[in-house]
């Protein structure tokens, strides 16, 4: 089984004002693979990750083409109802801040058995039984004690881990955790990158992880593809991307990540910003901050074209190679 998202070009529409936050996404998660999708601020990875889950409302957001194929069907096609099945049992997010997520009003237990009794139809005593068992799976076997308490009666880690017990429930076939480590410290984080691998072996989940931080990206995911106003400019088997980065942002943005072993070593930061949905600019949106723009990068916009095994840039300097 696999989740694709094929050629997705979406905008935002307010008036007369129509921002292209995504350009032609192509992206494939396979079964039991974690995919990491990374980029700058703006670049459009929650707008393509909620696009997946079918929580942008609409209007502003217009899909213009594409398709999201689960299982070999088309996801987009399916009405209301049939995507929130979906949403509950195939496919589940969790999101950059678990406050948003967790509704403060409801015992952590009762938010995990509310989601079994309503999906899958569970009594609530076989329900209670399972979210033990669950919240034992994410680390938090303290059992009886959390289930029983309020979102705000546990700490940050603890709160990132309920929220990953609500998502995977269902035992769904692909997680999307969208930045789930930002607001933690750093032996937070790893605690939770570790658990999603865990997760990953047991559940055999796809995982779309999506983050700025190619740190997080370089210890725990297969694939890497990165996006930039809205377009994937690179993807590439991780150790592929870190070790031959071909197009220039991808090497912007590792040369960004800050070096662990050197204290105090400065970060290089792209200059320029990425472009707003609404002023793409034209040719390869990125030629205006790109130290490699030629003529043809300002009239073109390049298409992904192979430079590697299973790599692929969108780049005209793809063309230079033989
Ligand atoms: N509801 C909306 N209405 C109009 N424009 C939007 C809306 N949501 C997102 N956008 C635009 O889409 C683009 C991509 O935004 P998105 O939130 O996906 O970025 P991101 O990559 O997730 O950034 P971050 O790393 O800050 O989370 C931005 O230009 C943003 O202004
Ligand atoms: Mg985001």
Redesign the pocket.
Known sequence: MELAVKNLNLS?V?GNRE?H?LRGINLTVKEGEIHALV????????????AIMGL??SP??KINSGEIILDGNDILSLNEKERRTIRGQKIAMVF?EPSKYLNPTLKIGEQITEVLELHLGMDKETAETRALEILDMVGLGTGKRILKSYPHELSGGMKQRAMIAIAISCNPSFLIA??PTTALDVTLQLQILKLILNLRERLSMGILS?S?DLRVVHDISDRVSV?YA?KIVETAPKTELFSQPFHPYSNLLLQSIPDADKRGSRLVTIPGK?????NIPSGCAFHPRCPYAMDVCRENDPEMKPCGEKHFAACHLTDNRN
């Open positions: 935002f307010q921002g936050a980029g700058e601020s703006g670049s459009g990875k929650s707008v393509t990750s909620t942008l409302p502003p957001a950059q969208d930045e999506i700025h996006i809205g990425v472009p707003d949905a609404e």
